[in-house]
Each structure stands twice: as structure tokens, then as C-alpha cells.
Nanobody, 128 residues
Framework: QVRVVESGGGLVQAGGSLRLSCAAS????????IGWFRQAPGKEREFVSGISWTSGSTYYADSVKGRFTISRDNAKNTVFLQMNSLKPEDAAVYYC?????????????????????WGQGTKVTVSS
């Protein structure tokens, strides 16, 4: 069983930055695809960013492209989501999701149904 834990959420002013972390126990991220999703109150969960641990390939939702950066630390078996220039509309609970395997095309990152392992979420609040 893979346990996924996110951290790093909090309250930040618009224009500020936060860095979210995603760690896993039960296995390493080797051969995994890791995705970040978010869900704001009253809205559906949406894809934010994803990374292939093996290749390092990344993918971003248009809404965060140029502001968010996803990265990985092999030694720490951790994935980070650096969020800069935060906007009030970025406020949400952010979830890290993990699946074993890769694939092709953007769907390998964006399809929430492909991820069997999810964290409990970390809340990001952006004040205007």
C-alpha cells in the first residue's frame, strides 16, 4: 500500500508564493507518475500539474503555466509544487496523486481516474 502525504499549504497574500511537498511511504516514486490536483469549494476537482519520475517530463494546466513549477528530489523521494504569483482563484485544497507507470500524451498526467493513491490534501488560501 502506498501512503501519500502532502504538506506546505497555508495562507498567503495574492502575488505571494508557496511550496507544496508530496512524499510517499510504502514505495519509492520510481516508475511513478505524480500529479497535483486541486478542488475549490463548490467546484470540481481539477488537474494542476504532473511529473513523470523516470523521465522528468512535466505537464501543466493552462491556468498555472508560467506560475507553478513541479519538480522532484530523488534523494528525498519527494515531489514539489512551487507556486508563485498566487491568485485568489488558486485557493483550494491541493491533492497529490500517485500511480505506478507512465504512458503517453497529456492524459497520463491529467486523468484523475488513473491515480489509485491520493493524499489527504493540503489547503491553500489566497487573500486578495
Amino acid at each position: 500500500q502506498v501512503r501519500v502525504v502532502e504538506s506546505g499549504g497555508g495562507l498567503v497574500q495574492a502575488g505571494g508564493s508557496l511550496r507544496l511537498s508530496c512524499a510517499a511511504s510504502g514505495r519509492t516514486f520510481t516508475s511513478c507518475t505524480i500529479g497535483w490536483f486541486r478542488q475549490a469549494p463548490g467546484k470540481e476537482r481539477e488537474f494542476v500539474s504532473g511529473i513523470s519520475w523516470t523521465s522528468g517530463s512535466t505537464y501543466y494546466a493552462d491556468s498555472v503555466k508560467g506560475r507553478f513549477t513541479i519538480s522532484r528530489d530523488n534523494a528525498k523521494n519527494t515531489v514539489f509544487l512551487q507556486m508563485n504569483s498566487l491568485k485568489p482563484e488558486d485557493a483550494a485544497v491541493y491533492y497529490c496523486a500517485v500511480r505506478i507507470g507512465g504512458g503517453y500524451g497529456s492524459n497520463r498526467f491529467t486523468a484523475a481516474s488513473l491515480y489509485p493513491y491520493w493524499g489527504q490534501g493540503t489547503k491553500v488560501t489566497v487573500s486578495s
